[in-house]
């Protein structure tokens, strides 16, 4: 499973860089907007990729206060933050797509709000994870994270209910999609998904080794000669993180 | 069934005279909510026109505000005289705790907003021209929403390290669609703009979808102390 | 034309968020085989 991992990096690399040359060259100019609308190539898929590993943190979160499995834990950390860093990429191709062809840098229209308070969930939620000592941090964050889908189609529907009486411009548009620029949209989604599998996947294993070191260092400190086994002191180091 | 609603009860009262006896956090809660409306007056002029457009966001951007610092002492004597471990063992349902103290948090926002509301009203000369009475359910349902979530949280935080900034951190993201409901609503009810029924209706939405969450996941919350 | 830069820079900024996150790893990497290393002593 490991050394497939080398191997799947280089084929993903290939493919962004074809989802590249697709999104610069092969794909045809917009009318209206010029190369500029290319952007899209870029902002859409990372903004679906990002709704996908908030949705993997979610169900991950859920099987974890079920279950407490462990691994589901680990996995639900690294799904949140890579999320937070595609969903960065969103808000930040966003308004450079917006300023030079609506003029403006920032719309508050509803998929791009919605997208900012999705990020502060999650930032929040690895701040929560961050700042948060006990062993017990796993099923906090888990729970804040089905606050967090609960809160999201609400925040959807008050900002598009928002904006039917205050009409403003939306970026990244409605309406029918040239097939030409369908099919290099989907392989720039593809070639992004796949990359956050990856990245993701390299996240989860970082995890599960820190878990695991953690767990070491404190079975040292118990064994060591003068450690709390030796004495019949309380033990200093607590002794947590205990397979749940 | 009864004996939740009288744990309940008994929890709030005891927290209610507790409080009425030293009266320290309310009177600091109200001198806060006294600066931040002069504060406020300060920082956007209130003869100003757009200053008028803008007081029902401004209002509730104090409330909220003063909320937080109501929030973050919910659950400070508990902390200090170990009552949680205390609740952790006996047989009293969890949510009987969250009720009591959601309901006492809900109190005394709701006295600070009594307070508040018409220092505002004179500062900012608000005029309510659209149907007044509406701005009750929009208080009511406003608070809640604001206090059933912050309660919650503040739990949360309580073994977090910047405990009191932990609370807002998490609290403000979620809060958006009741927040954004709450000051929309306020502007339409005192231009006299529109209906404001469609978010009177998303608050009691959130207030339900909230309500039952904090009632579903608080024994896990309490648990993980 | 002008907003060409705009296009640029948003290819760029994409893969500079990214960077920035994969060398965080790469560094979290590093120090967790360090402590695997004092461990293993």
Sequence with gaps: MKRLFPILAVLTALLLAYALYQALVVAPTERTMGDVQRIFYYHVPSAWTAFLLFLVNLVASIVYLVWRNPKADALAVAAAEVGVVFCTVVLVTGPIWARPVWGIWWTWDVRLTTTLVLWLIYVSYLVLRRFSDSSQTPKLAAVLAIFGALDVPLVYFSIWFFRTQHPQPVIGGGGSIDPRMLRVLLINWLAFSCFAVLVCWWRYRLERLQREVEEAHALESLLAPGGPSARSAKAKVPLGRSPQ | ?225 | MNSIKFLYAAYIATWLIHAIYLGSLVRRYSRLRQQMKELAK
């Design chain 2, 1 to 225: 069934m009864s004996s939740f609603w009288s744990i309940t009860l008994g929890t709030l009262t005891k927290d209610i005279r507790l409080e009425w006896r030293s009266k320290d956090a309310l009177n600091a809660m109200l001198f806060f909510s006294l600066l931040v409306v002069v504060i406020f007056s300060f920082s956007f002029d209130p003869n100003a026109e757009e200053s008028r457009q803008i007081a029902g966001g401004l209002v509730w951007v104090a409330f909220l505000f003063s909320a937080v610092v109501a929030l973050n002492q919910t659950w400070a004597r508990e902390l200090r005289n170990q009552v949680l471990d205390a609740y952790r063992v006996s047989p009293a349902p969890a949510n009987s705790l969250f009720i009591a103290k959601a309901l006492g948090n809900f109190l005394l926002v709701s006295l600070l907003e009594a307070l508040m509301a018409p220092l505002f009203t004179i500062f900012y000369n608000l005029r309510v021209l659209g149907p007044a009475w509406q701005l009750i359910p929009v208080a009511v349902l406003g608070t809640w929403a604001l206090v059933v979530n912050g309660t919650f949280f503040a739990a949360v935080s309580l073994r977090t390290r910047s405990r009191e900034i932990m609370l807002p951190l998490l609290l403000f993201p979620i809060s958006i669609p009741a927040v954004q409901s709450m000051v929309e609503a306020t502007r339409i009810i005192l231009a006299g703009d529109g209906s404001a029924r469609f978010w009177i209706v998303l608050l009691l939405t959130y207030d339900v979808v909230f309500t039952t969450a904090c009632l579903g996941l608080f024994e896990t919350v309490l648990q993980a102390e």
